[in-house]
């Protein structure tokens, strides 16, 4: 259906810094291996069928690559789960609490989440053009045609709409396999999620990260 000129504004969220970030200009698998040495995490040795998944947690205008880590590993068919809180200075990585499930970690929630994908993780650039759809041409927003009376109008079509979220946190997946290794990056899942909920890649990465924050007590 035409349309008068109609103009989609994209939907911003911004927060304003109160803290500086350490800036790192090494790639996301080099920060997470050295940040888990320093926590005494090693690179797991696994045999066949077994996995482990690092979950990490970046929060904006904090110090270090990440204030959360959570991992679920599965090994000689026992499922395990546990939560890391990180804390960092500036200059270096200060200390590590670890925190275990207060319910009981079944093969329930592995198959759960393998049914979610944890093990197949949607592509982010699959999930990018979804929340940020390139601009079509003026040729595809606008169209015009002479009336009867000779007068020419200009129609416009709606835009697709178009979400950004600046700062906020980030979530890291490292899965770990036999002889396999993949990292994925979703910033802000949660918020795009409430501001495009038809996202499905968003849903499947929401729904793993409310399953496995479900087994922790709430921060106080």
């Known amino acids: 259906m035409k ?3 109609t103009i989609s504004l994209c939907s911003f969220c911004l927060l304003i810094p109160f803290i500086a970030i350490c800036q790192n200009k090494l790639s996301g698998q080099q920060r997470f291996e050295k940040l888990a040495r320093e926590i005494g995490l090693k690179t797991p040795q696994l045999t066949e069928g077994e996995y482990e998944i690092r979950i990490w947690n970046n929060q904006s205008f904090h110090y270090g690559d990440a204030q959360i880590l959570y991992v679920l590993t599965n090994r000689n068919y026992q ?3 546990s939560k890391y809180i990180l804390k960092s200075s ?3 990585f200060k200390s590590a609490k670890k925190i275990n499930a207060n319910k009981s970690v079944t093969d329930s929630l592995w198959l759960q989440l393998v049914q979610q994908d944890i093990l197949n993780l949607p592509s982010e650039g699959v999930i990018n053009n979804q929340l940020h759809p390139a601009p079509k041409s003026h040729s595809e927003h606008v169209n015009g045609s002479i ?3 000779g007068s020419f109008t200009i129609y416009g079509y709606k835009t697709e709409r178009s979400v950004w979220i600046t700062d906020g946190e980030s979530y890291y997946f490292e899965v770990f396999g036999t002889s396999s290794y ?5 910033d802000n899942p949660e918020a795009y999620l409430h501001a495009m909920p038809n996202v499905i890649g ?3 990465v929401v729904s793993i990260l409310n399953e496995i924050v479900s087994f922790f007590p709430a921060p106080k």
């Open 3 to 5: 349309s008068w000129f």
């Open 90 to 92: 500036k200059t270096r």
């Open 202 to 204: 968003l849903q499947k």
């Open 79 to 81: 499922v395990g789960l």
């Open 182 to 186: 993949q990292i994925h990056q979703y």
């Open 147 to 149: 009336e009867k009376d």
